[in-house]
């Protein structure tokens, strides 16, 4: 009577202690969805971005490398698009962070994709118990830590071909064994001691090969529980998604099938259960955790297909919400309008999305934009402004300006390069090598070519500079091709007049100080500030004034020459 009512007293605190496990989860649950409820616009709170995480976040894009165009890896690091990301990263599992970094990637060239996209995220926007409810899902499945589920996929195929023979044969001897004592009862026990422990260091052995790889495993079923639990929400506009959802799910049911044995969180760390304790012996002696890894690991080998596309499809869904939340983020905001017919940029009050304060500036242009001004009066960044914008606009169909109407791009850009010390090369073969890759593409297939470059050839003297800089712009002025292009080279402006518009930045010294507008006006630069800017720094006014004077005998006899 005494060991029952121990018995009762132990499983009634058992019972309290989960029930009590299952209400604080449902109050955390509960305290996240309001939260999520009522700040939409909020990044999730992460400790930084190493290194680490932006390779970890590029894998589903590598997988889908060969899916349509895809900016190259310059003019993302050019745009400083890995801080862009962040800046919108409103993801909480891996499959969420991943699919949006690949579609920053991949600007479409069809506007019928972006149509598709944007009924999601007008959906998403306007319901917030559907946002919330997916959200909480993506939450619990999570993050894959050090490694992409690509990566870990691609880790199982190290283990090569596994097969259960031996395993087999080893339950075969357990089981055996013991008829060796209906002949002899010592040498049967030995037997049957020396077949246990030799599974036992076989078990550990093997068991240290496999752990590593389950959580490959635990990721895969956190997808698939909570695909399920997606399906279950109803929501009309994801009914194809959900389906193909429920299809691929279904192709993995073999993998679910006796997955408790391998997967059970109180694997060989059973903390006192009795019943955890005694499957943790049948594990050892009998093998069943590697029978089920086997079979595990040849089911997600047959359908590898169907895990991308359920990482696709949830990675898909969660960044179309995460694309709201930036919407909610910034504010201000438009919807682009496509010309796919019309090689033309039409940008209504654009601005950075990463400057706190930007100065907003328009452009309207058909054909290519010099930009002219002094060093840090806002040629770059308005460049990158006008980039950037288009790039969203055909990425996450979002533009931070006024209004945008434009045609569907191909984009490049040759802007922050830096000398290849581990190639040998000078800044300026990288700048040819940089400039050459985009003329080549203006000559391939499929829509007209955008590209932006900074400063062109400024890696050389300035007579070959400014020579060949007119062929190259000249050739990027092509009937495919819409280039937008900063220089210092005042010339270039009167050599390409035909082929470009003409736009500038200015500053002006006032009382020893330099004042930037960063407003972008009509035409070339007039003013040459270059030298003022001098005295604004410091610089002795002997030295200022002999510059000016040597500027101005250039412009008057058209060489260079020093004080008589």
Known sequence: MEYILLMLVIFFVIALIMVKGYIDDKKRQHKFAKWLRENPGVLPRRDGYKQEDMERMSHYLKTHEDEGFRIDAITWNDLGMDRVFQDMNYTYSAAGEEYLYYLLHTPRQEETDLKALEEHVSFFMEHTDERVNYQLLFARIGKTGKHSIYEYLQYLELLGERSNLKHYLGIAAVLLSPLVMLLSVEIGILIVVGVLSGNIVAYFKSKKQIDPYLTSFAYIFRLMKNAEDMEKLRVPILQQQMQQLADCRKKMNKFKSGSYILMSPSRMNSSGNPLEALLDYLRMAFHLDLIQFNRMLSEVRKNREAIDQMVSIIGYVETVIAIGCYRVAKGDFCLPVFDAEEKRIDLRKAYHPLIEEPVKNSICTQRGVLLTGSNASGKSTFLKTAAINVLLAQTIHTCLAESYRGGLYRIFSSMALKDDLEGGDSYYIVEIKSLKRILNDTNGEGNPVLCFVDEVLRG?????????????????????????????????????????????????????????????????????????????????????????????????????????
């Open 460 to 564: 050389t003297n300035t007579v070959e500079r400014i020579a060949a800089s007119t062929q190259i712009l000249k050739s990027l002025a092509g009937q495919k091709v819409l280039c937008f292009a900063a220089t210092h080279d005042i010339e270039l402006t009167h050599l390409l007049e035909k082929y470009y518009d003409n736009y500038h930045f200015e500053e002006d010294v006032i009382e020893g100080d330099i004042v930037f507008n960063y407003q972008l006006k009509n035409g070339r630069a007039t003013t040459r500030n270059a030298i003022r800017l001098l005295g604004a720094m410091g610089y002795e006014q002997a030295l200022i004034q002999e510059a000016e004077a040597m500027a101005g005998r250039f412009l008057k006899q058209g060489v260079w020459c020093m004080e008589k």
